[in-house]
């Protein structure tokens, strides 16, 4: 069982940064490839973003890359999810997810994740 805790969510102005935390419980963290996710109010999960198991590949959406990224620490059981350059559409619940892999690769699709965190909020005012 592997829990997952985000954090680092918060109200911030277009143009600005947030880096967010997904800290995870439990031994199977740096065999777990990550992904982060969103949803803003009234739509369907996004995918935003995901990690290999051992960091070596990153995979993004297209409305994020170049201004977002991922890493990982696994002596630190956290995956990190620095934004930059923010806009008023990436006003959402971002949430991390865990998948257990064999292989360095990324996932996109919320069916393939197995655990899931609570989410944190995250609003850019224009």
């Known amino acids: 069982q592997v829990q997952l805790v985000e954090s680092g969510g918060g109200l911030v102005q277009t143009g600005g940064s947030l880096r967010l935390s997904c800290a995870a419980s439990?031994?199977?963290?740096?065999?777990?490839?990550m992904g982060w996710f969103r949803q803003a109010p009234g739509k369907e999960h996004e995918f935003v973003g995901a990690?290999?198991?051992?960091?070596?590949?990153?995979s993004y959406a297209d409305s994020v890359r170049g201004r977002f990224t991922i890493s990982r620490d696994n002596a630190k059981n956290t995956v990190y999810l620095q934004m930059n350059s923010l806009k008023p559409e990436d006003t959402a619940v971002y949430y991390c997810?865990?998948?257990?892999?064999?292989?360095?690769?990324?996932?996109?699709?919320?069916?393939?994740?197995?655990?899931w965190g609570q989410g944190t909020q995250v609003t850019v005012s224009s």
């Open positions: 997810a865990a998948k257990r892999s064999l292989g360095i690769i990324t996932f996109r699709f919320i069916r393939e994740y197995d655990y």
């Open positions: 990690i290999s198991r051992n960091g070596g590949k990153t």
């Open positions: 439990g031994p199977t963290f740096s065999s777990s490839a």
